[in-house]
């Protein structure tokens, strides 16, 4: 099973700021990574998928790099509706498909 | 508009059962993989049970194999998940997901207590 880590846990950013959060896989995934938002009360909505495409009607400010172990998902200029939990998941070698622990950006 | 709508939850015992269903609409749903997947309090997403788009090939995760059973009826654009032996860490909201365009469901909870 492919161990997925987030890092860091908590987030805390200033409206406006840019934030990077990181994704690790313990062995290659190829760029088969996703990205998933998700709010208090909601199901998460996805975001980026092939770890730097993203998904439909996600603003430009979200994107994804990375391949094989290593992958970022940066929001360039963060807005208020932005401050949520965000996980990455990894489907190159499945089942099982796997998520991180998740990162929570915060306003600062 | 894709619409994925689960239903079924419930306060149930350990060691009891229930039948969860997601309703799949604005597309060709026999022609689509499936996924349940469930989320505990407080913690991630986690992979439960696969179908394709056929119901020929299932997969389950470790933790619910021998409990959950994964089926579609195509006909009815319908999925679900039949969920016997219920344990307290069974407790999450579950979601069914269409993987192609990251479709989820809005989630119904199923908590085991007694």
């Known amino acids: 099973e492919i161990m997925m880590t987030q890092s860091p846990a908590t987030l805390s950013v200033s409206p406006g700021e840019r934030a990077t959060l990181s994704c690790r896989a313990s062995q290659s995934v190829n760029s088969n990574l996703a990205w998933y938002q998700q709010k208090p009360g909601q199901a998460p909505r996805l975001l980026i998928y092939g770890a730097s495409t993203r998904a439909t009607d996600i603003p430009a400010r979200f994107s994804g790099s990375g391949s094989g172990t290593e992958f970022t998902l940066t929001i360039s200029s963060l807005q208020s509706e932005d401050f949520a939990v965000y996980y990455c998941?990894?489907?190159?070698?499945?089942?099982?498909?796997?998520f991180g622990g998740g990162t929570k950006v915060e306003i600062k | 508009e894709v619409q994925l709508v689960e239903s079924g939850g419930g306060l149930v015992q350990p060691g009891g059962s229930l039948r969860l269903s997601c309703a799949a609409s604005g597309f060709t749903f026999s022609s689509f993989e499936m996924n349940w997947l469930r989320q505990a309090p407080g913690k991630g997403p986690e992979w439960v049970s696969f179908i394709n788009s056929g119901g020929e090939t299932i997969y389950y995760a470790d933790s619910v194999r021998g409990r959950f059973t994964i089926s579609r009826d195509n006909a009815k654009n319908s999925l679900d998940l039949q969920m016997n032996s219920l344990r307290a860490e069974d407790t999450a909201v579950y979601y069914c997901?269409?993987?192609?365009?990251?479709?989820w469901g809005q989630g119904t909870l199923v908590t085991v207590s007694s």
């Open positions: 997901m269409r993987p192609h365009g990251g479709y």
């Open positions: 998941q990894q489907y190159n070698d499945w089942p099982p498909l796997t």
